[in-house]
Structures are given as structure tokens and as C-alpha cells.
């Protein structure tokens, strides 16, 4: 605008002197060529004049747009790489007559986005384990949301995340599929079409070939979804979309725990303990250190003389324990189990409702409250009960006593009830992580540990043998002609034969050691602090117990024999995989003299034992 200003005032004067020449100067002719100069000279002026209008109009304009846009709050600004969870938990706006202080707002946006912060910590880690425990390509969380008709990119477990769409319109592609029909979708050998498009991606998309996307439910409706995908063809199976739902789950207990807390924004205080609570619990802490600090937090925000927290032995169930205990308890210790019977912790457990008492000594049968337990707490005056839920799951309870009358508030209700959602989140989260953890490194079939776990301890015993300089034995035990049983008697009795001979292997080995099943009739075994020489002797007596040992089922008998390899670390091998091959080596020496026998590797041959 200065420099506009300054080329204004120097035609403005330019005009002025041409006004002043030819309208004042006595020696412009009036004549037809004077008349011209004159009339060009005045449409000049006007054409001047008007340009300097319309400069000042917009400059009006611009100067009221910017003091309107400064007395607003600023729009909100999507980021690409932080999305709000739009359909999880809507936030309701401040009425207009309640004034909140700048510093309140500075306060509270601090909050919600520690808040924010932790919970995609959280959700990157479970992408993470994701991309560990299936192998895939990328992982990704899509929020539905609904008034614009979009799935919403949340987070990403992806090599190069910026070819990830941020919005994808919900339509027929395989992604919407999941959502709109709130159902598991399997794709493991299939070419992107038109029919079938992965829509996520920008252009150039990968060759994606595999795919599964299972639903994210959120208080039982679907809000978005969870997918997995990866180049090579039949990389998932129903099974992983089995496991990939668990993990979902997982996802929407994450998000009501974080639901809990964030309605509690205005409470400083306890939203910043709650957050502690929350935060300070990986997924593999253990429920003692949980219970730890539920204790911790209790103590800080309530005034009680004894804390219980009861865990019910399963969902259901009639029975509970004592998981933790705080300050003046009777007679009882953690561990204690009991019977809930007829009383009011039964109702509080089923019900799912908060029970107040403000003085025991007036209420008539005060032994129904807590059965068993009332001799423990026979002193006290205030009861509080509240459930430890997730979702429709029961888990237990919390109770706090207090010798004095009427002690606990409404609010203090309240408070503890809030934990013992969180609590209920938690424990959740943890059961839902040792079940997926369970079923990720277990074999279906034998109840074994898998090949992939079997590969994980191999490495970590290895690494422990460099560090003591301690060995350590690995054994490939194979049963002989296992085909012919399948063959003949059919795969239902071929795997009865690989759960017992299971069994026999994990009960001839010490705790310490570990048996896998490496695939197929083949099973891994690692014997841990011990030589090969050491191994000969156990692995023939494992042997020996299958041989002898009759299969029988639905009237089929058989007998059945095993060939076993040892390897021992470092003495044959270097590293995992040479240890592996050589322990293989020598199993497949027995096989090629009839089987039914145990030998070590020693160089490029193979010994028998006697």
C-alpha cells in the first residue's frame, strides 16, 4: 500500500500541473485540438479518480475482514500427521454466557493434548506389535468421520507414510467394506481393481496382494477400522484375522479408557493422576504393579482406613479374592479367597452400581455387605463399593472403609467410581495383550511354543551364552514315517498322535527348557546350561517314552518312533541358523539309517549314541 500511495501522490500532481496548463494558461488555443487536449485531460482525471476509489473500497474491506478474523478464535487446522478422533467422543462446546480465563484455556488445551499425546504413544505401539507379530507391509487406523463421509487416517505403522491417503471416501473399496458391513475382510491373493480397490494409497500404490481389515467398535458401534496389508500373496490367514480383531479390541479399550479421562478436564488434579495411573501402565506391566498404584492414587486423593481391591476368579463368577489390601485390615491377607454368597459386593459386581454406606451400625445385617470379609472391616463405621468394569465386563471391586461416620461424599463416589473404570481399562487391556501374546507365540494344535517363539528364545539364549559363557544344547526331534499315519488313518488321528507325543517331550524336560513345535511332525527342543554329551541321555530316554508308548483312539492302535539331532552352542555353531542347520544334519543321519535313534553333530559326520 506505501508504494501505491507514493505513485498516487506523483500522478496527482502531474494532474494538477496539466489542469492548471491547459485550462488556466492563456496560450491553449480554443480550437478543436485545444478542445481534444481538454476533454482527454479531464477522462484522465476521471479514470484516476476512480482507480484511487476502488483501492481504498478494498483496503476497506481487507481492514474489517481482519478485525472480525482477530475477534474469533482461529478455525481449527487439521494436521496430517495428529487426526482427532471424530465419532469416539464428541466434545460438547462452552455455553456462551460461561467465560473461561485465557489462562484456564491455555490449562485445559495442555491437557487434552497430553492427553492426545499419550494415546497415539499408545496406539503406535500397538501398530508396532501389529507389524512384529503378522509381518506386514504397513498397518493402519482409520476414524470414521460420519457427517463428511470419510474414514480418517489415525495412525500408521508404514515404511513411508506419506503415500497414505489422510481421507478416504467411503464407498465399495475394500477399507468401507470392513466398516459399512461391521465385518472381518480377507483378501489373500487378489490383484486392486475397480471391483476390489485399496483406496488408502496415493499414486503410485504399491503391489499390494494381501489384505485384512477388521472393524474397531467403540460402546458396540463401529467407528473405524483396522487393516493390514503386505506385497506378497497369502500372507494372512482367518486365524491372524482372528488375532488382528483381538488387537482391535484392544484399540477401543485403549479408547474408553482415555474416554474416562477425558471427561474429567476440569479436575486438574485428579485428571493428572488419573493420567499417571493411565500412562505409567505399558502393556507389560504386570496386574500387582496396576493394583500398586491404584493404591498410590487412592492414597492421595481420599482419606480411608482400609482399601481392598476383590478380583472375581472369572466373569461370573462366584467367587472372588483379595488382590490388594491398604491400611487397617483384620484377619486377612492377599490371596484370601471366599465365597460372594447373597450379599451386597455380589449385587455391586452385577449390577455394575456404586454402594454408599454413611454408618454400618445402622444397617440391620451389616454381615450381608461383605460376606466373609465383615470380620476384617468389623470396625468400621463408612463403606464404600465400587465396580472394576470395562466395557459389560466384571472384574471385582474396590472398597474403602473408614472408622469414622458419613466420611465419604457423593464427589468421593464419583472419584472412585472414575477409578474404577480405569482400573477396569486396564486390567483389559492386560488380559486382552497376555491372550494375544498366548495365542501369537502358542502352536493351536500341541499347546506348544510356535516357530516364532522358539526363535525369539534361541536368539536370547544365545546372546545369554556369549554374556556367562555358559552352552547349551539344541535338539530336531522328527517322528518317523508320520505320513504313513496320516495316510492311513486320516489327519484328525495324525493329529492326536502329534498332542501326545507332545506331551511326552514337554514332561521329559525341566521347566527351564523349552519345547516348540518347528513344523509339520518336526519339534524343537533347547536345553539350557547343558552340553551335548550332557543332552545324550535325556533326548534317548524322550526316545524311548515315545516308542514304548501305544496311540490308541476310536479303536486305532499304533506305536510310533522319533529321530533326534543335537547341536550344542558354541561348540558346533556360531550363530542361530548354523545351529539350527547342523542339529537338523544330524537328525537326518538317523533318518537315513532307519530312524528311531539320537545323534550328535561333530564336524562333517555325525555320531550315534550308544
Not at 118 to 133: D, W
Not at 138 to 147: E, G, H, M, N, Q
Not at 261 to 283: F, G
Not at 293 to 314: G, P
Request: net charge negative; glycine share 6%; hydrophobic share 40%.
Amino acid at each position: 500500500m506505501g508504494d501505491n500511495i507514493r505513485l498516487y501522490f506523483v500522478l496527482a500532481f502531474l494532474f494538477g500541473l496539466l489542469t492548471i496548463g491547459v485550462f488556466l494558461y492563456p496560450g491553449v488555443p480554443e480550437t478543436g485540438l485545444g478542445f481534444f487536449i481538454k476533454v482527454l485531460v479531464i477522462a484522465s482525471l476521471g479514470v484516476y479518480l476512480w482507480v484511487v476509489l476502488q483501492e481504498l473500497q478494498i483496503n476497506v474491506i481487507a481492514s474489517s475482514q481482519a478485525q472480525s478474523l482477530a475477534s474469533e478464535s482461529p478455525p481449527p487446522v487439521e494436521d496430517e500427521e495428529t487426526v482427532v478422533i471424530t465419532s469416539v467422543a464428541d466434545r460438547q462446546e462452552a455455553p456462551a454466557s460461561r467465560k473461561v480465563s485465557p489462562a484456564a484455556k491455555t490449562e485445559r488445551s495442555d491437557q487434552e493434548l497430553n492427553a492426545t499425546k499419550a494415546y497415539h504413544r499408545f496406539q503406535k505401539l500397538t501398530l508396532e506389535i501389529i507389524n512384529e507379530t503378522l509381518f506386514c507391509h504397513a498397518a493402519v487406523v482409520y476414524i470414521a468421520d460420519v457427517p463428511k463421509n470419510q474414514l480418517v487416517l489415525q495412525d500408521a505403522q508404514h515404511p513411508e507414510a506419506g503415500t497414505l491417503a489422510h481421507r478416504v471416501d467411503i464407498g465399495t473399496d475394500l477399507l468401507s467394506q470392513a466398516f459399512t458391513e461391521d465385518e472381518m475382510v480377507l483378501k489373500m491373493t487378489f490383484q486392486p481393481s475397480p471391483e476390489a480397490p485399496i483406496m488408502y494409497y496415493r499414486e503410485p500404490a504399491p503391489p499390494i496382494q494381501s489384505f485384512l481389515a477388521v472393524p474397531i467398535h467403540y460402546r458396540k458401534r463401529v467407528i473405524g477400522v483396522l487393516a493390514v496389508d503386505q506385497t506378497a500373496r497369502e500372507s494372512f490367514s482367518p486365524e491372524d484375522g482372528r488375532l488382528l480383531s483381538h488387537f482391535a479390541q484392544l484399540i477401543s479399550s485403549a479408547m474408553v479408557q482415555f474416554d474416562v479421562l477425558d471427561r474429567l478436564t476440569e479436575q486438574r488434579d485428579l485428571y493428572a493422576h488419573l493420567s499417571q495411573v493411565n500412562t505409567k501402565l505399558s502393556l507389560s506391566d504386570s496386574v500387582e504393579e496396576l493394583f500398586g498404584e491404584s493404591i498410590r492414587f487412592s492414597r492421595n486423593l481420599f482419606d480411608y482406613d482400609a482399601l481392598v481391591i476383590i478380583l472375581l476368579q472369572s466373569q461370573n463368577s462366584e467367587q472372588a479374592e483379595i488382590a490388594s489390601l491398604d491400611g487397617r485390615i483384620l484377619n486377612y491377607q492377599q490371596g484370601y479367597r471366599f465365597e460372594l454368597k447373597d450379599s451386597v459386593l455380589h449385587e455391586v459386581l452385577t449390577t455394575g452400581k456404586s454402594r454408599k454406606f454413611a454408618d454400618l451400625n445402622q444397617v440391620r445385617d451389616s454381615s450381608r455387605i461383605l460376606p466373609e470379609l465383615a470380620g476384617g472391616l468389623s470396625d468400621m463405621r463408612s463403606l464404600l463399593m465400587v465396580p472394576i468394569q470395562s466395557n459389560a465386563d466384571n472384574y471385582g471391586a474396590i472398597v474403602l472403609g473408614s472408622l469414622q461416620q458419613g466420611k465419604f461424599t457423593d464427589g468421593a463416589q464419583e472419584i472412585l467410581r472414575i477409578l474404577g473404570s480405569v482400573v477396569g481399562a486396564s486390567l483389559n487391556r492386560f488380559y486382552l495383550y497376555r491372550y494375544m501374546h498366548s495365542i501369537a507365540t502358542r502352536d493351536g494344535l500341541t499347546n506348544l511354543h510356535n516357530y516364532r517363539a522358539f526363535k525369539e528364545r534361541l536368539e536370547e539364549e544365545i546372546q545369554r551364552s556369549k554374556r556367562y559363557q555358559t552352552p547349551f544344547t539344541l535338539c530336531i526331534a522328527d517322528l518317523d514315517k508320520f505320513k504313513r499315519i496320516n495316510d492311513t488313518h486320516g489327519h484328525l488321528y495324525g493329529d492326536f498322535i502329534l498332542k501326545e507325543s507332545a506331551a511326552i517331550i514337554k514332561s521329559s524336560v525341566r521347566s527351564i527348557d523349552m519345547v516348540a513345535r518347528y513344523g509339520g511332525e518336526e519339534f524343537a527342543i533347547l536345553l539350557v546350561n547343558a552340553t551335548a554329551d550332557d543332552v545324550l541321555k535325556t533326548a534317548d530316554r524322550i526316545r524311548e517314552e515315545v516308542e514304548k508308548q501305544v496311540f490308541e483312539k476310536e479303536h486305532i492302535r499304533e506305536r510310533i518312533t522319533l529321530s533326534i539331532g543335537l547341536a550344542e552352542f558354541p561348540a558346533h555353531a556360531p550363530d542361530a541358523d548354523t545351529l539350527i542347520e547342523r542339529a537338523d544334519e544330524a537328525m537326518y543321519q538317523v533318518k537315513r539309517v532307519g530312524g528311531n535313534s539320537v545323534r550328535k553333530y561333530e564336524g562333517t559326520t555325525s555320531v550315534e549314541e550308544v
